[in-house]
Every structure is written in C-alpha cells, then in structure tokens.
C-alpha cells in the first residue's frame, strides 16, 4: 500500500524568507500523480500544486515550487517570499495514476507552517 | 459562483442516531468523494463514487453510507454502527475520477453528544 510521510510536524519562517518542506512517500508504481494542499484556519483545502510523475519539470506556481525527485520518492515544497499569508497546514498527497483506485488521495499527517512578521 | 457547498457547518450526533451531511456541487464534475479528517491527522477516503448511481468504498467506510442520484449531490449519512464519528468531514470533486484536481468544499464538523 502506498504511504505519504511528512516528517516536519512544525515549521517557522521569517516573513520574506524561503521555507522548504519536505514530502517522502512509498510506491511501487511508476504513473501517479502528487499534491501539496493547504489548510488555513478555515479548514478549507486548497490546491497548492501538482506534479504528474511523468514529468520531469518540477512544477512551479507562482512563489509555490516542488522539487520532485523520483527516484528517491521525495517531493518538497518551496516557498519563496514567505507572507503572512501562507501561515496555516500543508499537506502533501498521493494518488494512484490507474487501475480502479484512481481518484483516491492518500495523504500525509501534514506539516503546520508559521509565518512570523 | 461555481464551487461545493456543505452543510451543516456544525452537526450534534445523540447516541444510536443517524445524521446526514450534504455535499453539492455545481462544478459540472462527474466524480466526487468524502474524506474524514482527525485531529493532528491528514484526510482519509470514506466513499468516492465517479459517476451517478455508483459508488466505491473507501479506506474506512464502516459505519457509514452514501448515495449518488444527481450528479451534483453526493449525502453521507453517519449511521449508529460509527462508534466515533467526532471528525472534521471534508467533501470533494473533480472532473473525473483520477488524473484531475480535486476541490474541496468547507466541510462538516460533527459532534458526538
């Protein structure tokens, strides 16, 4: 079965600054697709990014990149310019490319960011 | 505005009872699905169904159930034999089932009694 493994429960940055948070999880498949969400205090789900693993290109959305590294299963989040903004729960998430569980997200247990002024 | 919308945004649950939360959407999207989010834990798969009048069990469908009529409304109904429903309930949808983004909706909290 497949696993997402966040391994900062917490992280800190400075308003303006870089922050990276990291993603490992475990497949033996080689087409599926990963997502980082954020969670502010709503409660609310965005979509941050997404990467197909077909692609070699990290994907890139605005100040929100990821560097995916296939091989070793590993996909972090880079936040440039941090704002205050971007304080709230990041969760990264699998999901199968094909067969019949396509569609189901196995997520990680998430990573809280704090944006400090 | 296009989006999902759920309610209630807070749910009282007595115990043997069964309560129902709604999801729907006016995305146009043929797949949705429920997830259950727990304190200090991501989000896990209840039921998922990709198209009407179908529907697939997720990793922790005990206890619950869901129909699929519309294409716009996808109700899971907490049934008595859930022995701890206390959770934050996130509904979602996409185009398809796979390969397509899913968006979320405000989701549910739903309190035990």
């Known amino acids: 079965a497949q696993t997402v493994t966040q391994s900062q429960p917490e992280m800190s940055v400075q308003e303006a600054e870089t922050v990276t948070l990291s993603c490992t999880y475990d497949t033996s498949e080689s087409d599926y697709y990963l997502f980082w969400y954020k969670q502010p205090p709503s409660r609310q789900m965005i979509l941050v990014i997404r990467q197909e693993a077909y692609k070699q290109q990290n994907a890139t959305e605005n100040r929100f990149s990821v560097n995916f590294q296939k091989a070793a299963k590993s996909f972090s989040l880079k936040i440039s310019d941090s704002q205050l903004g971007d304080a709230a729960m990041y969760f990264c998430?699998?999901?199968?490319?094909?067969?019949?569980?396509?569609?189901?997200?196995?997520f990680g247990k998430g990573t809280k960011l704090s944006v400090k002024p | 505005d296009g989006g999902i919308t759920q309610s209630p945004k807070y749910l009282f649950r007595k115990e043997g009872q069964n309560v129902t939360l709604s999801c729907e959407q006016n995305l146009n999207h043929d797949a949705m699905y429920w997830y259950r989010q727990d304190p200090g834990q991501g989000l896990r798969l209840i039921y998922y169904?990709?198209?009407?009048?179908?529907?697939q069990k997720g990793d922790i469908a005990e206890g619950y159930s869901v129909s699929r009529e519309k294409k716009e409304s996808f109700p899971l109904t907490v049934t008595s034999a859930q022995k701890n429903p206390t959770a934050f309930y996130l509904c979602a949808s996409s185009m398809v089932g796979g390969r397509e983004t899913q968006y979320f909706g405000p989701g549910t909290r739903l309190l035990v009694l």
């Open positions: 998430a699998y999901e199968r490319g094909y067969g019949g569980s396509q569609g189901n997200l196995i």
């Open positions: 169904s990709q198209i009407v009048n179908d529907f």
